[in-house]
């Protein structure tokens, strides 16, 4: 059991391509941080058998304090919230949540203030963004707000002879191959053409209006785009980028407006450390690609914060080492760190986890 629980943190090595199994063993967890989990569902478990039970698990084996969720849908109007937190209960766990709207959620060790809607496109199923302030042992408030931002218009799908609406592939030649698009002002007039940008300009409009620059807050969600920190010189020729270096605009905002992206603030190096959370295997699932024919591995998932009493110290992706490239499952060699990569895994993406050390603020 020694070697099984080491597991959980070995960094991605090449292999042979291994099923997961059911159990798990939760990740040890120091005292004195705030641990983060950000987690895509994948319409809230239903995709895969048995999926709810399995998002429980992963919860609990995180040891996250704050889970946010994206494609949360309260099916049969039931709150997802309402459902984790009483199976969490029933394992010994106490958690606070309730739903804000959009089709997002929080869930946290910590008691639930109140909600505010940031962004909310989900009428048009263009995402959303909400605000969960949490209250702290310390006495003070958290900001969290989970976000699952606009899949359409995804850009990044561009370069590698797809089509960012349709999906299907660009076959401009007639030879049933992608035909990469790398002019840069296309690839940005299709991801402004996104509702990315607005929900992303409406969270730095709500933290400037209520003045919360002071205080931690932290933006977590599936993103449905990448980074100008992973799309660059260095990565011009890995993942299928066919020779793009781009600053892509939306995650240029975030950090110019004092975010700070936790994963590339701990691994700046994108060849070493690509941290990418799509496309994941899925329990007894089939391939999940949506470009069977290319390396799509990109890092869409994300925690930001703004610095004011966060300092992130450690962070994993959770999941599986493996991927689908080009339509098949391989492992490939990075020094990523992987969390709970033997578990039952319930989504099409990986989750990040981020532990945070709180200071004065």
């Not at 989970?146 to 799908?157: F, T, V």
């Not at 660059?232 to 975030?254: P, Y």
């Not at 994993?316 to 499952?329: F, R």
Request: overall charge negative.
């Amino acid at each position: 059991m020694i070697l099984a629980a080491l597991s959980l943190l070995l960094p991605c090595q090449a292999g042979a391509a291994q099923e997961p199994t059911p159990q798990h063993q939760a990740l040890p967890k120091p005292k004195d941080v705030v641990r983060v989990l950000e987690f895509n569902l994948w319409q809230e478990g239903t995709s895969v058998e048995g999926g709810f039970d399995k998002i429980v698990d992963v919860i609990l084996a995180s040891q996250a304090d704050v889970v946010a969720m994206s494609e949360v849908r309260n099916y049969k109007q039931v709150d997802l919230h309402a459902r984790l937190l009483l199976a969490l209960a029933k394992k010994g766990e106490t958690f606070h949540g309730k739903f804000g709207g959009g089709d997002v959620g929080v869930i946290s060790r910590y008691p639930v203030v109140k909600t505010e809607i940031v962004a909310d496109s989900t009428s048009l199923d263009r995402g959303s963004i909400i605000a969960f302030y949490l209250r702290h042992p310390d006495d003070r408030e958290l900001v969290v707000c989970a976000a699952h931002l606009d899949y359409r218009n995804y850009a990044i799908y561009l370069p590698r002879g797809y089509d960012g609406n349709s999906f299907k592939m660009i076959d401009a030649n007639g030879d049933q191959q992608p035909d990469p698009v790398t002019d840069v002002a296309k690839l940005h007039a299709m991801d402004k053409a996104s509702a990315r940008d607005d929900a992303l300009r409406a969270f730095v409009a709500y933290v400037k209006r209520k003045k919360l620059d002071r205080r931690a807050v932290i933006l977590a969600g599936d993103f449905n785009e990448c980074s100008h920190l992973d799309w660059t010189a260095a990565t011009r020729d890995l993942f299928d980028h066919n020779g793009v270096v781009i600053e892509w605009q939306n995650s240029l905002l975030l950090q110019r407006s004092g975010f700070r992206d936790s994963w590339r603030e701990l691994y700046p190096n994108p060849v070493t450390h690509p941290g990418a959370t799509w496309p994941s295997p899925a329990w007894q699932r089939s391939s999940t690609s949506w470009a069977p024919k290319v390396d799509e591995r990109d890092r869409i998932d994300f925690i930001y914060h703004n610095g004011r009493g966060l300092k992130a110290q450690r962070a994993w992706i959770v999941g599986s080492p493996q991927y689908y490239v080009k339509n098949e499952l391989a492992t490939i060699e990075t020094e990523d760190a992987f969390a709970l990569a033997e578990m039952a895994w319930p989504s099409d993406h990986k989750g990040l986890l981020v532990d945070f050390a709180l200071s004065k603020q």
